[in-house]
T-cell receptor, first 113, second 113 residues
């Protein structure tokens, strides 16, 4: 158990809809990262938050947004969903203390039909 | 442009032998490298890391080698065990730590009995 909790584990929704994925980081970790893993692809970095503020952006579509709340949990909002958005979405957290690894949650599998 | 490449999508090794997983990178700014292991339906789990000031890091059966001039790293698993069967991801970051990790597409390691 990495200590990172993601909900829900599975989500099936229709094209054009909007969904929210939730992540609770490990206790004490200030940094939260969101990654997308599509079929046969590596993990693509989407966005990072640190202590409530956006710190870095990767390949995140404009239809997607995220935020980190004062209790440090984070939400990833995906809107106007398309079939190609079907993927595994992972959240990870880390305590930024120099060279340190990120700990991943189990992921949310999103299926857009 | 893929900055972290794992050119072998799969690798089959006999139990008890050495498994060698390879990773190449193109970004000379990368200074921290990590290996993650992923079982189906689970999130990636951190395995071992190495900073660019070192050329080798060992942890039990796992050793990571870094060749900066060749922009190449490898993960050695000795001896290989059935539980090592998983997908292994190589990841890299610039500036240290877990910020904005760039992942390879992964290598599926299969340990044959």
């Amino acid at each position: 158990d990495s200590g990172v909790t993601q909900t829900p584990k599975h989500l099936i929704t229709a094209t054009g809809q909007r969904v929210t994925l939730r992540c609770s980081p490990r206790s004490g970790d200030l940094s939260v990262y969101w990654y997308q893993q599509s079929l046969d692809q590596g993990l693509q970095f989407l966005i990072q938050y640190y202590n409530g503020e956006e710190r870095a952006k990767g390949n995140i579509l404009e239809r997607f947004s995220a935020q980190q709340f004062p209790d440090l949990h984070s939400e990833l909002n995906l809107s106007s969903l398309e079939l190609g958005d079907s993927a595994l979405y992972f959240c990870a957290s880390s305590a930024i203390r120099g060279y340190t690894e990120a700990f991943f949650g189990q992921g949310t599998r999103l299926t857009v039909v | 442009d893929q900055q972290v490449k794992q050119n072998s999508p799969s690798l089959s090794v006999q139990e008890g032998r050495i498994s060698i997983l390879n990773c190449d990178y193109t970004n000379s700014m990368f200074d921290y490298f990590l290996w993650y292991k992923k079982y189906p339906a689970e999130g990636p789990t951190f395995l071992i890391s190495i900073s660019s000031i070192k050329d080798k890091n060992e942890d039990g059966r796992f050793t990571v080698f870094l060749n900066k001039s060749a922009k190449h790293l490898s993960l050695h698993i000795v001896p290989s065990q059935p539980g090592d069967s998983a997908v292994y991801f190589c990841a890299a970051s610039a500036g240290g730590g877990a910020d904005g990790l760039t992942f390879g597409k992964g290598t599926h390691l299969i340990i044959q009995p």
